[in-house]
């Protein structure tokens, strides 16, 4: 999948529901932190480009202008609803379990950034809900974000608690 096309998915999940907005500035503050480095002009391009095939809207009677989704907008599957980030999450993935971790990234752009013998590395855009519930279930191991990583360990060591096992730490 291009890049591009992952940009404007990125785009499209920071835009928040009405009667919030976003301008471009902060849009291009957001994806930078999730490694697109875009310039703003790009961005602004991005968005025109989105308005003609998705509900979006801009608020042009401030400046700066902002962004966001139009009233009676339904999101797309991939932006999730209720909340307004995303995240790029990078995943060391047994060799074995690939097939089943693409599955389960399915509609979220999973592509695999190195391949090595026992392990493929795993990169997908997707809401934060859904990373952690998708990476729950699955053989992977958490490379980024930092925070997804603290999550799910504290989920597994209050697992362990519950159920009596014993961790090695």
Sequence with gaps: MSRSILRQ???????????????????????????????????????????????????ERHKPYGWRWLEDARLPRFVAAGSDRVLT????VAAASLPSVLEAFRGLAPRVERS????????AIADDATSRRLVMGLEVEVLEPASLRGE????VARLARLY???TAR
Excluded: M, N, Y
Aim: a positive charge; aromatic letters at 4%.
């Design 9 to 59: 998915w990125a785009i499209l999940s920071l835009l928040p529901k009405p009667p919030r907005r976003i301008d471009s500035a902060s849009i291009e503050g957001e994806l930078r932190a999730r490694g697109f480095a875009t310039h703003r002009r790009t961005i602004q391009r991005d968005l025109l480009q989105l308005a003609e095939v998705f509900p979006i809207a801009a608020d």
């Design 89 to 92: 999450a990078r995943l060391r």
């Design 152 to 155: 799910i360990a504290a989920r």
């Design 116 to 123: 090595g013998e026992d392990a493929v590395v795993v990169c």
């Design 164 to 166: 009596g096992v014993v």
